[in-house]
């Protein structure tokens, strides 16, 4: 649990507490964990994979956040009394999940009010990135959307290598589409400029961005 952010300002003597408390889940790539809609009785904590929080319309997916190692989710539901799931979570990955009841975890908050601060500063961030989403719906042109919905994940899921920076998700037209907000197409055209300019690189639907200050320079 010391790896989980949320709980890393926590005393050990909070954690002895709540540790036997979580179950582990491990599940396979693709796998849903609820569906929108659905009651929600389980917070969610990734300890290894990537997850997809997602909304349909009939033919239609948006992408609202992809959650990787640290991170949880499945909070809005538990926290919010008597909504249903706001969106769908999908692993991307193999993961495992460490998963804590409603009762556990709100009995937790109760006690801790460290955890309630670090559980409103990533809500805080997260509303913080859901404006910074509608500004850019609102304002911005779909390529500088994409190099933005690059730049940020790179931000979260990048891993320095020799070539630049690669963001660890492998994610195709359609699902970096999903997360900008616009169709396949574009992606294609916009990743294949980049792609001419030597400003990324794509392996295996992996994307290494190879000099970021360009990339930024992109969309100033
Ligand atoms: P819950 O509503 O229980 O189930 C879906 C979860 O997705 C939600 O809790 C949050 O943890 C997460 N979630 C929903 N919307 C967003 C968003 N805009 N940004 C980040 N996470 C979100």
Do not use: W
């Amino acid at each position: 649990l010391h790896n989980i952010p949320l709980f890393q300002e926590l005393m050990e003597e909070d954690l002895v507490g709540i540790a036997p408390l979580f179950t582990v889940k491990k599940v396979n790539k693709g796998t849903i964990l609820f569906k929108e809609g659905e009651v929600g009785e389980e917070l969610y904590l990734i300890h290894s994979g990537v997850v997809k929080i997602y909304r349909l319309d009939e033919a239609k997916e948006v992408t609202l956040a992809l959650f990787r190692d640290g991170d949880f989710f499945g909070e809005m539901s538990l926290l919010s009394n008597g909504m249903t799931r706001s969106a769908t979570a999908e692993t991307m990955a193999a993961s495992t999940m460490y998963v804590l009841s409603r009762t556990a975890f709100t009995s937790f908050m109760e006690k801790s009010p460290r955890l309630c601060l670090k559980l409103l500063e990533t809500t805080m961030q997260r509303l913080r990135h859901a404006n910074d989403q509608i500004y850019d719906l609102t304002f911005l042109g779909v390529r500088s959307r994409i190099i933005k919905t690059i730049l940020r994940l790179s931000e979260q899921h990048g891993i320095s290598t020799p070539d630049g920076l690669l963001i660890d998700v492998k994610l195709t037209h359609q699902q970096l589409a999903n997360l900008v907000g616009t169709v396949r197409e574009s992606v294609t055209k916009v990743l294949q400029e980049l792609l001419d300019d030597e400003l990324i690189l794509i392996d295996k639907k992996l994307i290494t961005l190879r000099n970021i200050e360009a990339i930024q320079a992109e969309i100033r």
